[in-house]
């Protein structure tokens, strides 16, 4: 009776842990980015392309939750330079991209030392393609989501589609912070990183 | 009691081990698709708006179809001549076999992929999968962006979940999304590339 006991104790500690473990939450990897890239230092830098003029303030946004929820900081660069970390614009994407991060520059030791990151603010604020959703009630939460988002990508990042948080696919579905956060597994990764 | 317990406490530290790994660390033999979708993937990283399910995509896409890939060509946008960006595209020849959703006249038909600038494109093409793929296509007649070169001119894009590629037992393989993800988003299990298909032919006939 004992050693079945142990048995069954044994087994169901594996199983109990082995679900959580295997859980999409904790299971992310990092760096989850495509292409498997760092930024160089912990200073994530940033400028305006000419085109990202609809709202500036949402690069600024995304910055500063990077900088008040992990260990990184920020600094603005007024003109766009060579090793200038993030720079953002604004486009029309095709199909249904809402946001685009894409390393357009990589350094030595898996960095990459210029990220440019697009941002689609007529899919972002109508969804799917109907014109009854743009008009949605959530629009500025929802720009504000993918800026973090594409922001998370260029440091590292990847999708976290296992809860309400800024690296999940799509539209928001409510006000809530959260989706404008990393998850605290995802500052742990950038935390230990930078 | 020991014994159970030491087994245990080294499987679940396998398990950490395995669960929050860093890239590069006892990958998964790469099959064909992967490395197709590794190529055209690595470097692009998206924000986009899910398909909630078959249903919707066939209610937003403008063709479903499922085929193989031909051939492809690279092309590219100039986004903008001024800050010298430019997009890479992949535009690849598709010989359909079966139209699930939309006009069934189409033999070949030519869907752009955003694909990243790092890899040379001989190796792109060198990885088209020899496979069946699903494709759920947008239009982009509407799409006015920058200076086209290269693109056909009738042309479709992949839905980000709209891009399934036949990996056999592996089961259907996405260029930009997971198959897990699709899974939870619509509460269905898709084994297999034929299960996913018959999904968008249930969507499509209903």
Known sequence: VLKLRSRLVALMLVSLLASSISSPALANSFPGNSDGTVANDSTETFCLGWSFTTDTSLAWYALIVLDQTTDMTYSYH????????????????????????????????????????????????????????????????????????????????????????????????????????????????????? | MRSYLFYASTTVLLLVGSGCANSGEEEPSVTE?????????????????????????????????????????????????????????????????TTLSGPGDSKNVFVALDVSRRPAWGEIEASLPDADVLLVLHDLKDWTQGERIGFPPKVYSAYHDGFWIDAGGVGPVGVRAERTDLEARWGKQFPTFASLVREFEQAATD
């Open chain 1, 78 to 194: 007024s003109t766009c330079q060579a090793y200038t970390d993030a720079v953002w614009w604004e486009a029309n994407l095709d199909g249904t991209t809402r946001g685009r991060r894409e390393c357009y520059w990589y350094g030595s030791g898996g960095t990459c030392l210029l990220n440019d990151l697009w941002m689609d603010f007529n899919q972002i604020d109508c969804g799917l393609g109907s014109v009854q959703y743009c008009s949605s009630s959530y629009t500025w939460e929802d720009r504000a989501k993918t800026a973090v988002h594409e922001l998370g990508h260029a440091v590292g990042l990847g999708h976290d589609e296992s809860s309400s948080n800024a690296m999940k696919s799509g539209d928001v579905s409510s006000t809530a912070e959260v989706w404008r956060r990393y998850t605290s597994h995802d500052i742990g990764h950038l935390d230990t990183q930078y």
């Open chain 2, 33 to 97: 698709p992967r490395n197709f979708v590794a190529l055209a993937t690595d470097g692009l990283d998206f924000d986009y708006d899910p398909l909630p399910s078959a249903a919707a995509a066939v209610e937003h896409a403008d063709l479903i179809v499922v085929g193989n890939i031909v051939s492809a060509e690279e092309a590219k946008v100039i986004v903008d001549p001024r800050s010298q960006r430019e997009w890479r595209y992949a535009i690849l020849e598709v010989a359909v076999e």
